[in-house]
């Protein structure tokens, strides 16, 4: 901040020159509301731009909450009445100068002592679906998806999932991965999985019998077989980019969107090499989302899912153990819960029965190691053990939800690849 000194001549009655010097005011210093609210700036001239949280308007003086999004804390605004106007609503986008002071009150570390209140875009607070002492179900929120990011619920979760992506990348970036921008257009179904989204021109100029790529396309249900080719130059490679799948059901846990972390390392010996950049990637992003949004993950842990901060506290202490897959038949076996879905040798382990496997290891994350060979894709490597035949393959399990990762050891036998993709009837479409 700095004040310039202006110099100006007249001419004066007597033939001379008089010097009038002007001060030019002090620039206000623009801020975020989530660094005002942390004290920067105080005692100076502060500029805060955001959408008003609330109105309550006295005699003398004039209360707001305004909030920009940086924060789930808003910061209070104290003016005089007389910069009080019809337009000042809920909801209304303002601009607020004035001088930010500590705050005699202990709800809120600073306050911001208005000098002029802009309204810059008005918001009518009887149409406006949020009202301001109402907490509105999620359900109702989803009604309105161009307002609900300015409730706290997805403000919080938006802040959030923003710094688990910079935690992501900042893991493999730390670590020496290079990252891969795979193609979201693609002719790949990576898993034979068969649930696509077809990609085509629109338009009357569109011939439907013809191809646009002269082969059917698709957007991308993964970008693991690009990231295999990388990685035959690339000894660490990653992608983290969105994912589509055509799975038409309605439950959270099958979304038609959804962004995806892939990795592919080169030189590995076993699968300890792969469930290390698991637990050290979980471990990094889950410690940095709770060190940079603590009010953000609180307001889940006392209304959405409360106890449990201490499970997330419990994983964070503990090493993630490892149990192979008979291993966990074997537990499920043993078990008195009644599943829905068999647990014989060979099944696919199903959500109830990955969530009650956490629950037997002491609802903390762990492993699932060696896979029955015929229920993973053909690019796993072949344990070659009988009489259970396995593939080198691994999931992490995490309480609440099951599943949360897996990946497996390369094939990389090409004998043994060739027949695999025989047997799949994929040999001509990756003959590469």
């Not at 001239?45 to 008003?52: D, E, I």
């Not at 910069?83 to 009150?105: C, I």
């Not at 100029?205 to 080719?229: C, I, K, M, R, Y």
Request: glycine fraction near 6%; include cysteine.
């Amino acid at each position: 901040m700095f004040q310039a000194a202006v110099k100006t001549f007249s001419a004066s009655s007597g033939g001379g020159l008089t010097c009038i010097r002007h001060y030019c005011k002090k620039t206000a210093r623009k801020l975020r509301v989530s660094e005002a609210v942390s004290g920067a700036g105080l005692g100076a001239n502060v500029k805060v731009q955001g959408w008003v949280r609330s109105v309550r308007p006295q005699k003398a003086n004039l209360f707001l909450h305004v909030n920009d999004g940086s924060s789930l804390q808003s910061l209070q605004i104290v003016a005089s009445s007389e910069l009080n106007n019809p337009s000042l609503t809920f909801g209304s986008a303002v601009e607020v100068t004035g001088t930010l002071k500590k705050s005699p009150h202990h709800k809120q570390p600073v306050e911001l002592e208005a000098e002029q209140i802009r309204v810059v875009g008005e918001c009518n607070p009887v149409d406006f679906p949020f009202k301001i002492k109402e907490r509105h179900s999620l359900e109702y929120l989803r009604q309105f998806p161009h307002l609900r990011c300015r409730t706290n619920a997805f403000s919080s979760l938006l802040r959030i999932r923003s710094e688990a992506t910079t935690a992501i990348h900042s893991y493999f970036k730390d670590n020496g991965f290079l990252q891969i921008h795979t193609p979201i257009i693609t002719s790949n179904d990576c898993e034979g999985a068969g649930e696509l989204f077809q990609v085509e021109p629109s338009g009357p100029d569109h011939d439907e019998d013809e191809n646009f790529f002269s082969v059917p396309a698709f957007l991308t249900v993964s970008g693991q077989l690009h990231l295999e080719v990388m990685s035959g130059a690339f000894s660490k490679v990653y992608t983290f980019g969105p994912t589509f799948r055509a799975e038409n059901s309605q439950s959270r846990r099958h979304l038609a969107e959804f962004y995806m972390v892939e990795a592919e390392v080169s030189f590995t010996q076993s699968l300890e090499d792969l469930t290390k950049v698991m637990e050290d990637m979980f471990r990094s992003a889950t410690e940095h989302v709770l060190a940079h949004c603590v009010e953000d993950v609180d307001l889940f842990h006392k209304h959405v899912t409360p106890g449990h901060r201490e499970i997330v506290d419990a994983m964070l202490k503990r090493k993630f153990p490892v149990i192979t897959y008979s291993e966990a038949i074997d537990i499920l076996k043993r078990s008195s819960e009644k599943f829905s879905f068999p647990t014989d040798w060979g099944c696919d382990l199903q959500t109830e029965h990955e969530k009650y496997l956490v629950k037997h290891c002491g609802n903390i994350p762990v492993f699932v190691t060696d896979y029955p060979f015929n229920l993973k894709p053909f690019y796993a490597r072949d344990n070659q053990d009988h009489p259970e035949h396995t593939a080198a393959a691994v999931d992490l399990l995490v309480p609440g939800v099951g599943e949360l990762c897996g990946g497996s050891l390369r094939e990389e036998r090409l004998d043994l690849l060739r027949v695999r993709l025989e047997e799949a009837g994929l040999e001509e479409t990756y003959s590469w």
